[in-house]
């Protein structure tokens, strides 16, 4: 058992009352780490609250325990520790008060600023939930299937459907196990990527009609504004998982995908295949994520912006081919 894990161990059997968040827009690893480690507090008897700035993603909705997470910006109450998934800097939660308690610190993002009272970082695991598979396991509690689920869908989810290089045998082998505790994995792929609406639908048309490639053919670049959401009689929410179609294009190495938030202010998701390392590009503008994954907030005009986004990416597709 690694060291963190028995720290992490004995401060949850010496406390009682627990606060459980993850960063804001919270995508599949973060709900899945996040429920998967509630429900196995609430096992062990556990008093335990959830606690987001942002609500998950529409088609996670369906989920056991998702409708009963807290969308609140501060954290009301008193609490033994805060558990703290899958969140390189405290502030990414976009939740104040969680520094009140005795924080803990769960994360596989490099660039992690180590903000707890105990930090465990792992860059090797696919998704934060095989981290918290571990301490699930090492709490002694029984895998049970919302255990299971949760720990599943944030895995299929962080990893791109199992298509990211940050895959090792040791994912499967906990699939595996997950598989053995009763999840259908047809069904959730179903219920997770396979819940379009007709707006959804059309939104995703309309962003990627407009995709448009840098001159090497290697780069996709494609937007999306507040009054393409509405003429498509949708919203942001819509466009989960359209960064990916252009990747099914072999020439395609990386996608950079602009959503304008207010004014110069855009939110920028981006994608790559095997080793190109685009994590360190968001990180470069104050984002983060994974090498295949990742996304930051920039500010500015857009086609500048576009420009030297299209630059580093293309720099790192070049260094990646060297």
Known sequence: MAPEIAQIVDAVRTRQRFVVSSHARPDGDAIGSQLAMVYALRALGKHVAVVNADAAPATLMALPGVPEIQIAPRVEGTYDAALIMECGDLSRTGVTGLDASFVINI??????????????????????????????????????LEIATHVYVAILTDTGSFHYSSLSPRTFDICRQL????????????????????????LSGAVLSGMRLDPSGRIAVIYLDRE??????????????????????????????????EGDEYRVSLR????????????????????NAAGCTVVGALESLQTTLIEKVGRAIEWTAS
């Open 272 to 291: 790559s295949k095997g080793d190109i390392d685009i994590g360190a590009i968001a990180k470069e503008f104050g984002g983060g994520g994974h090498r």
């Open 228 to 261: 393409m959401a509405r003429a498509a009689g949708g919203t942001y929410d819509d466009t989960e998982g359209v960064i990916n179609q252009p990747l099914t294009v072999n020439e395609i190495q990386a996608v950079i995908f602009f959503k304008k938030t």
């Open 179 to 202: 598989l053995e505790a009763g999840v259908d994995p047809a069904r959730i792929a179903r219920q997770v990527f396979d819940d379009n609406t007709p707006s959804r639908l059309r």
């Open 107 to 144: 994360d596989h993002h490099p660039g992690n600023t180590r903000y707890g009272h105990i930090n465990w970082f792992d860059a090797r695991a696919a998704a934060c939930a095989e981290m918290v598979f571990d301490v699930v396991r090492a709490l002694g509690v029984p895998l049970s």
